[in-house]
């Protein structure tokens, strides 16, 4: 028997985009706009989503300088386009065409994120997704590390005929696993649906859900269409949810269990208090996030 359907919170459209630097053109679902907030998709805080443009060619790459992090984990979604990263522990990578950057700030990191060069030169389509996971209180101190997790590393899923298709990122999907280590239980996962295709999973009712529509057009739940650049976040009763792509379609899915703890974001740090917040301004003027060049 069918499981409950997840109830449906809202369907939205990408706010209007701002720049993170001069390389990244983004769509802030949250926490920025008011329905979601703070807390409404925890553990994940931030989602920027960088729809799809195209980037005039440029000899000097394009993106954001040397800054820091603490309290997060930042993983980064490439699907149109690539982006070069180095931090502070030393570790570096470019990330194409489906493969994704899973970077551990923890206590502290410093890092930058350009456009890789070759790419900068030609220009080209450019489509991409940040999101800041939170980490629970007693992580968020941890070491900083870097999980650079390239598409082929991902879990695989194919249906018997061929017409849904995911690479599993974290958590589960049918069974299978994801590679990406986690501080918290998270589900991540990108699934492509041929038009006329359908597919199903399910989440606790306790967790925090939604799908980011990258391309295509998707009935969810038999009652609601998404439209790209949708993102349709879901409520807290029922457990299962049912695409039906009504176009080619790529779809991020997201669900973790909340972290249900105080939250202290300021700037580039996600802390559980004021007193943290003002501890990690302290910090990183004296030194402490270590050393990047610029
Ligand atoms: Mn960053």
């Known amino acids: 028997m069918e499981k409950p359907l997840k109830s449906i919170v809202e369907i939205m459209d990408p706010p209007p985009y701002h720049w993170v630097g001069d390389g990244f053109r983004v ?20 989602m920027d989503y960088g729809a799809k443009w195209v980037v005039p060619p440029s000899d000097k790459p394009r993106g954001v300088g040397v800054h820091p992090h603490r309290g997060i984990e930042t993983v980064t979604l490439a699907y149109h386009g690539k982006v070069a990263h180095h931090d502070s522990t030393g570790k570096s990578g470019v990330i194409g065409e489906g493969d ?9 990191v410093l890092h930058k994120e350009y456009h890789e060069k070759e790419f900068s030169k030609k220009g080209g389509l450019f489509q991409m997704v940040q999101l800041w996971v939170n980490l629970p209180a007693k992580f968020k101190m941890t070491q900083a590390g870097y999980q650079a997790i390239e598409n082929q590393m991902m879990g695989k899923y194919v249906s018997d005929d061929q017409k849904c298709k995911a690479d599993i990122i974290a958590g589960e999907y049918k069974g299978i696993k994801g590679p990406a280590m986690t501080f918290s239980p998270v589900n991540l996962f990108n699934i492509k649906l041929a038009s006329g295709s359908a597919t199903d999973f399910s989440f606790p009712e306790s967790y925090n859900s939604g799908i980011l529509l990258v391309e295509g057009e998707v009935m969810i739940n038999r009652s609601k269409k998404i439209s790209e650049n949708q993102f349709i976040h879901f ?20 669900s973790g269990e909340p972290l249900n703890e105080p939250i202290a974001p300021y700037g ?8 943290e917040i003002k501890k990690a301004y302290d910090d990183y003027y004296n ?7 610029d």
Do not use: C, R
Request: hydrophobic share 40%; proline share 6%.
């Open 27 to 46: 769509h802030n679902f949250f926490p920025s706009q008011p329905q979601i907030g703070l807390q409404g998709m925890s553990p994940f805080f931030l």
């Open 268 to 275: 580039p740090f996600v802390m559980n208090t004021q007193d």
């Open 235 to 254: 409520g807290h009763s029922g457990e299962e949810i049912i695409a039906e792509a009504t176009k080619d379609s790529i779809l991020l899915v997201m």
């Open 100 to 108: 994704v950057q899973w970077m551990t700030a923890g206590g502290a």
């Open 287 to 293: 030194g402490e996030f270590g050393y990047l060049e």
